[in-house]
């Protein structure tokens, strides 16, 4: 698999990767994803939520990838007051470990070729081009070379640094996140939990998300500019608080960018998922954005290789795609972001009322943001001033 040309190298095989080259493979493109782990989808770091009318538009979920179904949120506030919003068909709690496996195998499935255990330490350039990576594998390192190279390692990717497409994450610009998979814990099956409040996750949330009647992915994303306290100790006191009796089966650090990228692409490098920042600035949520933005780049990827054209100017297709049915959602998400950061958690009880008040007796079938938000800025003359240019 090493010492050889492929027309796309794919670093990372987390969904984004596997996505691309998945879509590419189909298209007929030789494709390699080079994998550092060992085991496709351990440790897991994420709370494994996802939109279910949102997943099932990509693909047919099998059920080996479904903890749970989610029918509803609970809303809590920093003075513990709750609310429960009956929302069916919301969404899953998926099971990464098979999901991210089978994903693989379905660009396996495809055509391309994955090496696990593998890890991309280095680029290979000529004439101020990449054209294929340096790879350690089993203490040998390999040189592979690629038309184009598609960067899928996740936050904190290495080929954006590599290939200046953006420099270092600064701390406004991610969540830093702790999570533990609780075991004896008495949880509502079905209902996704959402606490906010400058004490419980500053800049972020705290979330418990069901996976059994027993289980829960229990954690939290914190702005880590706004605070010297580590995301663990804010668990830590959140857990004791409301699972005093719960045992930890896991423990689950990370990073979710929350500031989009200006570029996803360069002369024949490509970056999706949490590598090119594509994930929701207000939830964190990467892996649907991540997959949306791994389809694209994949079917672009093929046919940039194959008309032998891999431009950064050919492969910013890509990037309009991207930006023209996601940009402007990702960049109103940003903005909100920036809002949330300067709500105080009076301000959180305010939005609590509206929000009681207005779900108070619906079934929710949908929810654009909008709806929601344009009715909460009109409602106070400090949302107003504080939020007037997210209308
Ligand atoms: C605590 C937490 C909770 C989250 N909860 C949710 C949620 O509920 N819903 C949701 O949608 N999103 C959630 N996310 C975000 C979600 O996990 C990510 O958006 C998603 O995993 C992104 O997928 P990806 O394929 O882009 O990157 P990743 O899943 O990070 O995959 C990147 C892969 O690249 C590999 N890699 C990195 N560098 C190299 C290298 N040099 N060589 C070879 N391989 C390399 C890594 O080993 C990894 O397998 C959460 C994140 C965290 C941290």
Redesign the pocket.
Known sequence: MLDKEYDIVV???????SMAAKVAAELGASVLV????RA?GVPV??????SKPVLNSLMAPKPSWIATEVVGAIVTTPSGRSCKIEHPDAGYILERKMF?RDLAAMAVQAGACLLTN????GLLSENHRVVGVEVSHRGNKKVVRSKVLIG????N??VARWTSIYGELLPEDYHA???YLLGRVEVDLGYTEFLAGNEVAPGGYA?I?PKSEATANV?L?ISPHLTKKKPFEYLDELVEKRFPHASKLET?????PTSPADRLVGDAVML????ARV?DPMT?????N?LFSAAIAGRVAARCSKEGDVSRKALSQYEKEWNKKHGKDLRYRARAREVFLKLTDDDFETIFDFVEKYFDGKIVRELRPRQLVVPLIKSSPRFLALARHLM
């Open positions: 670093v990372g095989a987390g969904p984004s990767g080079v994998e550092k782990k496709i770091a994420c709370a494994e939520g996802i991210d593998a890890e991309v330490v899928a390692d996740g936050v990717s290495r996140c702790a999570e979330w998300f954690g994303g689950i650090s990370g990073s979710v999706v998922g949490d590598a994930s964190g949520a990467g892996i649907a991540g």
